[in-house]
């Protein structure tokens, strides 16, 4: 498999890291992304809403765009973009965030990962995670490069992102790329910001669900990405940040998920808003309680942040 750097997107502030890189997941050539239908690339981003979010529509051409930290202590963490699995929301659940981890030392990846869709892919419901194991095995197979420990490369995710950050930490056992030997497609920890988790009829986002799984999955499909039920002993500690009047996610998506963990004896944090709503971001505004602070301290007392 052939990977080929290309390009730099912009300058972080001399201070906090160094030139992003964008690296193409399965190499220069689109016949080489696994699971993939020989059509072309109609991915497009738009900042015009209200909100001036920035969307990634329509991905069917993975890319790592990384975000070196000018002090590396040797972290490196994967961050999902949320958007229901219908876009990316790349701006504040992505390059905003790989900017303040670049701050505490940690060298940043934001995932672009494929939208599922039956235009684009042969099995939309693996495409995604596809990507997300790809990404770990890439960044462990170049954690020289990057100055980071292979040990301590986690995955962050966002609403869907969440979703698929968790599916990464809970199917590991079950590769959707071929493997190469010697190098662990677990994540070592998991962040998950207002996640989708479920995919039941209850608490799950029936948005995401439609996206990944279509619009009649089997209760067995269902089941299997409704990742409170995926959990086991050796699913990676974890932290979990929702509000309680998240109207769009549920706050009980990450309570459901951090009780399994507990049962199970995994190392577990959780930190409730009272308000925020869904989509927040960086930044919870109703709050001074700043999250990704409290990311932080989390990782400092479980010994993945080395000195800066």
């Not at 050539?29 to 993939?36: L, R």
């Not at 962050?156 to 992102?161: L, Q």
């Not at 963990?261 to 505004?285: P, W």
Request: net charge neutral.
């Amino acid at each position: 498999m052939k990977h080929l750097w290309i390009g730099f997107l912009f300058l972080a502030l001399p201070a906090v890291g160094l030139a992003q890189t964008v690296i193409p997941l399965y190499g220069s050539d689109p016949a080489e992304i696994p699971n993939a239908r020989p059509v072309p690339d109609s991915e497009s981003s738009d900042t015009s809403g209200q909100d001036h979010i920035l969307r990634v529509s329509k991905v069917s051409r993975p890319t790592l765009t990384v975000f070196p930290a000018a002090r590396p202590n040797g972290t490196g963490i994967i961050i999902c973009p949320g958007g229901g699995y219908s876009i990316l929301a790349a701006g504040h659940e992505g390059y905003e965030v790989a900017r303040q981890l670049n701050v505490f030392g940690i060298t940043a990846f934001v995932l672009k990962y494929r939208i599922p869709s039956d235009e684009t892919m042969y099995q939309k419901e693996i495409g995604p995670l596809q990507d997300a194991q790809r990404a770990i095995q890439m960044v462990r197979e170049s954690a020289a490069n990057w100055h980071i420990d292979p040990a301590r490369l986690g995955i962050m995710g966002f609403s869907a992102g969440g979703h698929l950050a968790s599916t990464a930490g809970t199917h590991f056992e079950k590769p959707v790329i071929p493997e190469i030997t010697g190098i662990s497609l677990r994540p070592s920890f998991l962040i998950l910001v207002y996640p989708v988790i479920s995919l039941g009829d209850s608490i799950g986002h029936r948005g995401s669900r439609d996206n990944l799984l279509g619009k009649n999955p089997s209760p067995d499909t269902i089941l299997y990405y409704s990742n409170e039920r995926q959990v086991t002993a050796a699913t990676p500690p974890t932290m979990l940040i929702h509000a309680k009047d998240d109207a769009v996610v549920p706050v009980e998506n990450s309570i459901l998920f951090y009780e399994a963990l507990r049962r199970k004896g995994v190392s577990a944090e959780i930190y409730l808003y009272e308000h925020g709503g869904h989509g927040f971001g960086l930044h919870n505004r109703s709050s001074q309680v700043q999250w990704i602070d409290l990311v932080d301290s989390w990782l400092q007392k479980n010994g993945w942040l080395g000195a800066k």
